[in-house]
C-alpha cells in the first residue's frame, strides 16, 4: 500500500500557498504509507539557459550538516556556472547557468554519496523517511509555492526502506512519477532499458516505470503515445502519477487493483489515492468528484 | 423517529459505531445523521438493528459493511466495498461507489445512484444489486445468487463465471465473461425487474433490459475440455 497525492492550481494568485494546501493531503495519506515520504514541486521555469538540480546529502557522514557552501564554492571555481544554493538540512537546490549535465556529473565526482534527486528548469524535489508529518515539518512543505505538485507516501513492499527508494522518482528533466501499487515486470524493463544506457541507480520497480515513460518521452513520444506504450510495457498492479513542467498525468492498470479520486473545481485539480485527503481542501463540498477509469490517460495542464 | 447526530470531524468514527453496535432495542426506530464523514472508513460497519443511517457526504471503505436490518444513505461517494457482505436491509449511495460495491452480499438491497467501478457484486450469495449508472469490468464474478440490475453499461467479463445470479443489463456489454450468457427475459424477469426499479426509485421500462446468466458449462468437470473453454 502507498498513497499518492497531486495538486495543481489553476489560478496564479493560488501558487503561493501550493504547500500549504497539499500538506494536509500529504499526512491524511499517513496511514497508506508511513515509512517514507516525498514530493516533487513543479515552480516557474528558470530562462532556457539556467537549470536547477536537487541534492540530498543524508546518506553523507555530515548529513544535515554538509558544508553545502563548500560544494557550491568547488563547482563555481570548476565550472563558472555562478550556482546559488537553497539549503534546506540535508536536502539542497542548487540553481546555475548551463546545462545540468556538466554539473551532475561534478557533484557526483566531488561527493560520491551525494544522491541527485532531480532535474530540470521547474522541478525541486523532497523525499526522506519518516512520517509524512515529520517530512512535511523536516522541510518546511507548507512554505513551498509553485504551479503544480505530486507527492508521495510510502509502504515499502519491494525494496528497503531509504530515502533513495522513497517516490517521486526522477528520470531526465522536469519528469517525476509516484507509484501505489506493485510491478512483476521491472527487472525485463531494466533489462530492455540498460543496453540503450540508462542507468538505474536503486533496485526500485518504480524506477523502472518512470526510466521507461521517461525513455519514451526523450524519444520523442508525446505523453500519451508514452503511457499507452506504459500500458503495453508494464505488468502489475499501478495508480502512477507523473508530473512534467506544465502537467500532472494520471492512469491506473486495467484492473484498477490500486485507488485514486479526482476533486476539481474552478481554483484547482487535487488528486489522491483516497477522498480522506481532499476533504479539507476549500470548496470540495462543491467540487466535480470522480473516480479515473482504470486505462484511461487524464492529463491536466498547468 | 428519534434522531441523533454523530460529528465525525469531532472524535472520528468509533464513537458512531460504538453507539451503532448497542442493544438492537434502544437503537429501534431511531435515525442517526453522521455530519463530515469526510471518507472515513467503515462508518457503520457491522449494524444489527432497524436504525435509519444518513451519511452527509463522502464515504471511504466498507461503509455499512455487513449490513443488517439498518437503512442506510451515503448522500455522496462511498469507497471501495461499499455494503459488503450485506445479510439484509438497505444501502443506498447517492453518488458514485468505488470497487467491489456489494461484493459478497448475502441479502438486502444495495443501490448506487451513480456508477459502480469494477467488481461489483463479486460473489455475490443472495443480496440484490441496483446500478442507476454503469458498472466496471468483472462486476458479478462468480456470483451465486441475488440479482443485479446495471441501468448504464457494463464493463468487460461481466458474470465470468456465474452461478446462479442473474444479472440484468440496459446498455451494451463491452465483453461477457466465461460461461456467462444472454438468455430471453422471461414474465419472471419482468416481475423481478419491475419490482428492483420501484425499490430503487429508478424509472426505467423493464423490457429494455437484457437478462445475463450461467450457461452453466463450467459447473462440471470436464476432462475433454482440454483447458479451452
Same mark, same amino acid.
Given at each position: ?16 500557498r501550493?504547500g ?9 495519506m ?19 539557459g539556467?537549470r ?5 546529502s ?18 563555481n571555481a570548476?565550472?563558472k556556472?555562478q ?16 546545462a545540468a ?17 532531480s532535474a ?39 525494496s ?41 541507480e ?14 519514451r518521452?526523450?524519444?520523442g ?55 480522506r ?7 470540495v ?18 | ?9 469531532d472524535?472520528g468514527?468509533?464513537p458512531?459505531?460504538?453507539?451503532l453496535?448497542?442493544p ?13 464523514p ?18 452527509e457526504?463522502?464515504?471511504g471503505y ?7 436490518l ?11 466495498g461499499v ?31 451513480g456508477?459502480?467501478?469494477?467488481r ?29 440490475? #446495471?441501468?448504464g453499461?457494463a464493463? $468487460? !467479463?461481466?458474470?465470468?463465471? +456465474?452461478?446462479e445470479a442473474v *444479472?440484468?443489463?440496459?446498455? /451494451? #456489454?463491452?465483453?461477457l465473461?466465461? $460461461? !456467462?450468457?444472454i438468455?430471453? +427475459?422471461?414474465?419472471?424477469? *419482468?416481475?423481478?425487474?419491475? /419490482? ?11 423490457r ?11 459447473y ?10
Amino acid at each position: 500500500m502507498c498513497g499518492i497525492v497531486g495538486l495543481l492550481l489553476k489560478k496564479p494568485a493560488l501558487r503561493e500557498r501550493l504547500g500549504e494546501l497539499m500538506v494536509p493531503m500529504l499526512i491524511g495519506m499517513t496511514e497508506r504509507g508511513p515509512d517514507s515520504a516525498g514530493l516533487a514541486v513543479f515552480t516557474e521555469a528558470l530562462p532556457a539557459g539556467m537549470r536547477k538540480i536537487s541534492v540530498y546529502s543524508g546518506l553523507t557522514e555530515d548529513g544535515a550538516g554538509y558544508d553545502w557552501v563548500a560544494l557550491v564554492d568547488a563547482l563555481n571555481a570548476e565550472l563558472k556556472v555562478q550556482a546559488k544554493a537553497r539549503i534546506k538540512g540535508n536536502h539542497a537546490v542548487l540553481t546555475f547557468e548551463g546545462a545540468a549535465d556538466p554539473v551532475k556529473a561534478f557533484v557526483k565526482a566531488y561527493g560520491p554519496k551525494l544522491h541527485l534527486l532531480s532535474a530540470g528548469r521547474s522541478i525541486e524535489l523532497y523525499k526522506d523517511i519518516g512520517t509524512p508529518g515529520e517530512v512535511a515539518a523536516r522541510y518546511d512543505f507548507g512554505k513551498l509555492a509553485g504551479s503544480h505538485l505530486v507527492g508521495h507516501t510510502r509502504m515499502a513492499t519491494e525494496s528497503a526502506v531509504t530515502p533513495d527508494r522513497a517516490h517521486p522518482f526522477t528520470a531526465g528533466e522536469d519528469f517525476c512519477l509516484v507509484h501505489n501499487g506493485s510491478l512483476s515486470n521491472p527487472n525485463g524493463v531494466r533489462r530492455m532499458l540498460e543496453p540503450r544506457g540508462i542507468k538505474f541507480e536503486t533496485d526500485n520497480d518504480t524506477e523502472a516505470a518512470c526510466r521507461f515513460l521517461e525513455w519514451r518521452l526523450r524519444e520523442g513520444d508525446d505523453l500519451h503515445t508514452a503511457l499507452q506504450k506504459g500500458f503495453e510495457a508494464l505488468d502489475g498492479f499501478y495508480t502512477f502519477l507523473m508530473g512534467t513542467s506544465t502537467e500532472l498525468a494520471l492512469i491506473r492498470d486495467p484492473f484498477a487493483c490500486k485507488p485514486a479520486v479526482v476533486a476539481e473545481t474552478d481554483d484547482y485539480v487535487a488528486i489522491a489515492s483516497e477522498f480522506r485527503s481532499l476533504a479539507h481542501l476549500p470548496g470540495v463540498k462543491h467540487a466535480t468528484v470522480f473516480e479515473p477509469a482504470p486505462e484511461e490517460m487524464y492529463v491536466w495542464k498547468a | 423517529m428519534e434522531s441523533l447526530k454523530f460529528d465525525l470531524s469531532d472524535g472520528g468514527v468509533r464513537p458512531l459505531n460504538q453507539y451503532l453496535h448497542g442493544p438492537a432495542a434502544g437503537l429501534e426506530g431511531k435515525h442517526i445523521t453522521v455530519a463530515n464523514p469526510d471518507g472515513a472508513h467503515n462508518i457503520a460497519v457491522g449494524m444489527n438493528a432497524p436504525v435509519k443511517v444518513t451519511v452527509e457526504g463522502h464515504a471511504g471503505y466498507f461503509a455499512a459493511g455487513m449490513n443488517k436490518l439498518a437503512d442506510v444513505t451515503i448522500e455522496g461517494s462511498a469507497g471501495t466495498g461499499v455494503a459488503e457482505n450485506m445479510m439484509s436491509g438497505k444501502v443506498h449511495v447517492k453518488g458514485f461507489a468505488s470497487n467491489s460495491a456489494g461484493a459478497s452480499a448475502h441479502g438486502g438491497l444495495l443501490v448506487i445512484d451513480g456508477d459502480a467501478g469494477l467488481r461489483c457484486g463479486i460473489s455475490l450469495k443472495g443480496g440484490d444489486i441496483v446500478v442507476g449508472g454503469s458498472v466496471g469490468s468483472f462486476s458479478g464474478f462468480m456470483a451465486q445468487a441475488g440479482r443485479m440490475v #446495471i441501468c448504464g453499461n457494463a464493463g $468487460d !467479463a461481466l458474470g465470468d463465471s +456465474l452461478y446462479e445470479a442473474v *444479472i440484468y443489463v440496459k446498455g /451494451a #456489454i463491452k465483453s461477457l465473461g466465461a $460461461d !456467462a450468457q444472454i438468455e430471453p +427475459l422471461g414474465d419472471a424477469d *419482468i416481475t423481478a425487474l419491475t /419490482a428492483l426499479l420501484s425499490a430503487a426509485g429508478l424509472q426505467h421500462d423493464p423490457r429494455d433490459f437484457k437478462r445475463v446468466a450461467s450457461a452453466r458449462s463450467l459447473y462440471h468437470w470436464n476432462a475433454d475440455a482440454n483447458q479451452e473453454y
